[in-house]
């Protein structure tokens, strides 16, 4: 059974760092392209970027509203996806899934998604 | 790149049809057969619902349904059901760096 865990997520001041993780298991992680997903209070969901996965040559890329800010990496010999989210603003505030696309290249959908953790980012 | 424009709203009586729009540019949806759909409940996670355009996953009920024309896609909901009330979401492969996601439509049965 594919299962995808978040965690990390908490309450952090702006301009403050925060890193999320994302424990996979049930399927053989590193050939797979892996995906983060935010959602703020209240509102839809916005793509945060993603990563591909090994067959691919793990190589990332990320929506323009994190980009430079944000980084995904993955340690494939622990299946673990990361979110390394440095010099947060106030509308970063959301929760954050990751999410599973089901090739190891773009990010044509995502099949299994996790239950999410709470990033709150307020002074 | 803009977001994929859906519907604030939809809603329908139980045993009726609904159909949500996706709309976006033929640099998206209308480029490529991969618009998927998504249906979230509240406090819950998204659920993949419909992948490539068409494909349900398994156990997904086949009263759902996909379909494209042009830079359009659509989510069918036929026999509604009380619990198809939710907000449901498309997303759509805009290229090898990008995805672009829908709004969301909260559908209400009535």
């Known amino acids: 059974e594919v299962q995808l865990v978040e965690s990390g997520g908490g309450l952090v001041q702006p301009g403050r760092s925060l890193k999320l993780s994302c424990t996979a298991s049930?399927?053989?992680?590193?050939?797979?392209?892996m995906s983060w997903v935010r959602q703020a209070p209240g509102k839809g969901l916005e793509w945060v970027g993603f990563i591909r996965g090994k067959p691919s040559g793990g190589t990332t890329e990320y929506a323009a509203s994190v980009k430079g800010r944000f980084t995904i990496s993955r340690d494939d010999s622990k299946s673990i996806a990361y979110l390394q989210m440095n010099s947060l603003k106030t509308e970063d505030t959301a929760v954050y899934y990751c999410a599973r696309v089901p090739y190891s290249s773009g990010p044509y959908y995502f099949d299994y998604w996790g239950q999410g953790t709470l990033v709150t980012v307020s002074s | 790149q803009s977001a994929l424009t859906q519907p604030p709203s939809a809603s329908g009586s139980p045993g009726q049809s609904v159909t949500i729009s996706c709309t976006g540019t033929s640099g998206d949806v209308g480029g490529y057969n991969y618009v998927s759909w998504y249906q979230q409940h509240p406090g819950k996670a998204p659920k993949l619902m419909i992948y490539?355009?068409?494909k349900r996953p398994s156990g997904v009920p086949d009263r759902f349904s996909g379909s494209k024309s042009g830079n359009t896609a659509s989510l069918t909901v036929s026999g509604l059901q009380a619990e198809d009330e939710a907000d449901y979401y498309c997303?759509?492969?805009?290229?090898?760096?990008?995805?672009?996601f829908g709004g969301g439509t909260k559908l209400t049965v009535l």
């Open positions: 049930g399927f053989t992680f590193g050939d797979y392209a």
């Open positions: 997303i759509s492969y805009a290229g090898s760096t990008n995805a672009l």
């Open positions: 490539e355009v068409t």
